[in-house]
């Protein structure tokens, strides 16, 4: 464990848990943030209310999956955490949620395309769905949305919720919400018909454009 222990990166995720609380995304002890850190990741602790967490409450998990620092139990999707952070090296920190829009989307089974330009922006292609496991099967469900998560920054796990990635946790939290509006408009829309999804090369231009042209003077008119 480092010096600072990580104080300000702890009081950041108790941040946005209880703002994700407030927002109906988590549940009572229903939803998880982790954030990358050298010796692994921080992850938030399994069954402690978010209204009463402590920066010490807080666990970091070695990449390989041991307990590096803490002296509670790591959340028990902590797994799912560490193969996605495992499989893309880009990402900083991942909220999982069961934000219920999404939630709803995941219990069809089907992808989200990029049907709008945040969605292109922010998550960078169309949101894959992971075939159905048992709650509890902790491995399992990682190995499959590890599997199912490619470049585009977020995944629907069936019949239960949703992992959304970003650079730092700030971002996790945007991708978050544009991820959930996201899944509103497609139902609200599904009820006159399909989505039409924006054309690939718009998707990883609109991608490029946010990753390292946006807000520089790059960004042309
Ligand atoms: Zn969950």
């Known amino acids: 464990m480092t010096q600072d222990n990580y104080e300000s990166i702890k009081v950041g995720i108790i941040e946005k848990c209880r703002l994700l609380e407030k927002m109906g ?55 799912i955490h560490r193969a996605v952070l495992n499989k893309k090296s880009s990402v900083g920190a ?63 796990l069936a019949n239960h919720g949703v992992m959304c990635c970003g650079r730092d946790l700030d971002e996790a939290f945007v991708a978050s919400q544009i991820l959930e509006k996201a899944a509103l408009m497609m139902l609200a829309a599904g009820a006159i018909g399909p989505v039409i999804p924006i054309l690939d090369e718009f998707v990883s231009s609109e991608r490029h454009r946010f990753l390292y042209k946006y807000g520089t003077p790059h960004d042309a008119p």
Not at 43 to 59: E, G, K, L
Not at 99 to 121: G, K, N
Not at 131 to 142: F, S
């Open 25 to 79: 995304y988590f549940v009572g002890t229903w939803g998880n943030i982790s954030v990358r850190v050298p010796e692994g990741f921080i992850v938030t602790p399994s069954r402690v209310q978010y209204d009463a967490i402590q920066a010490s409450d807080f666990v970091v998990v070695s990449m390989d999956g041991n307990l590096v620092a803490g002296h509670r139990l790591p959340s028990s999707e902590a797994e």
């Open 94 to 156: 991942i909220i999982h949620s069961h934000s219920p829009y999404a939630t709803a989307v995941s219990c069809l089974h089907r992808p989200i395309p990029p049907f709008v330009e945040d969605l292109a922006q922010i998550i960078g292609g169309q949101i894959n769905c992971t075939r159905y496991v048992p709650a509890g099967q902790h491995k399992r469900i990682a190995e499959e949305v590890a599997n199912t998560i490619g470049e585009e920054n977020a995944v629907l």
